[in-house]
């Protein structure tokens, strides 16, 4: 082993935790959403959802706010927020394609609350409700200019983030509900394109023959 990769391996095994730690956010996100379906879309999603709200510990969490589709809606957040700070340190090397699609994914942190708490008719942002439906549009179309960016990526991973539309639709059909099920279909995607990434290093080696010209 050459001093260069004595040196390299420490980096290498932080980038390696980095990236397990970095796939169980992603995943946690889409945990999250699903653990929070029934207690937001009982009455809007598949009969089955309406069944799990009957159950605890749904049940009682439905029965302890006022209001349990804006409280637990608004929730929904911080799946963005997992599943955006999960993709960023990757996408951020895939191309301005890739980090705008991070972005895309953690803008859902701000537009999924504000769209739940305004639900109500009288709110002064009524016309906000339902803003994830376009949101979630916004990132399936930014997948597809990831993909193009995401030069020196393996090829799955780049048909997958081409792919991010019909993640998410295929997320909406299982779960019959936005954002959640959409949500779970991207934080499975996200945990794959965390594995398929190459790495820090990798990266800063295709970087140099371009350097050199």
Do not use: C
């Not at 929904?76 to 991070?102: H, K, Q």
């Not at 609350?113 to 990132?139: C, D, K, M, Q, R």
């Amino acid at each position: 082993m050459t001093i260069d990769q004595l040196a390299a391996a420490p980096m290498s095994m932080r980038s390696d935790r980095s990236r397990r730690a970095r796939l169980l956010l992603a995943l946690a996100g889409g945990a999250w959403a699903l653990f929070t379906l029934p207690l937001t879309a009982a009455e809007w999603s598949w009969p089955w959802v309406a069944t799990v709200s009957r159950l605890e510990p749904w049940r009682a969490l439905i029965g302890a706010v006022d209001e349990p589709y804006v409280v637990y809606g608004a929730l929904t957040g911080l799946s963005f927020l997992a599943i955006g700070l999960a993709l960023l340190p990757d996408l951020r090397r895939a191309g301005w394609g890739g980090a705008l699609l991070a972005w895309a994914v953690l803008a859902g942190t701000i537009v999924s609350p504000v769209s739940y708490l305004s639900t109500p008719p009288g709110s002064p942002l009524h016309a906000l409700w339902g803003s994830e439906g376009p949101l979630l549009v916004v990132i399936g179309l930014v997948g597809v200019l990831a993909a193009v960016t995401a030069r020196g990526w393996p090829r799955g991973a780049r048909i997958l983030l081409g792919m991010t539309l019909a993640v998410l639709v295929a997320g909406m059909l299982a779960f019959g509900y936005y954002p959640h099920g959409p949500l779970i279909g991207l934080a499975i995607e996200a945990a794959a394109l965390i594995a398929l990434a190459p790495s820090h290093t990798s990266s800063r080696r295709m970087a140099e023959p371009a350097d050199r010209l």
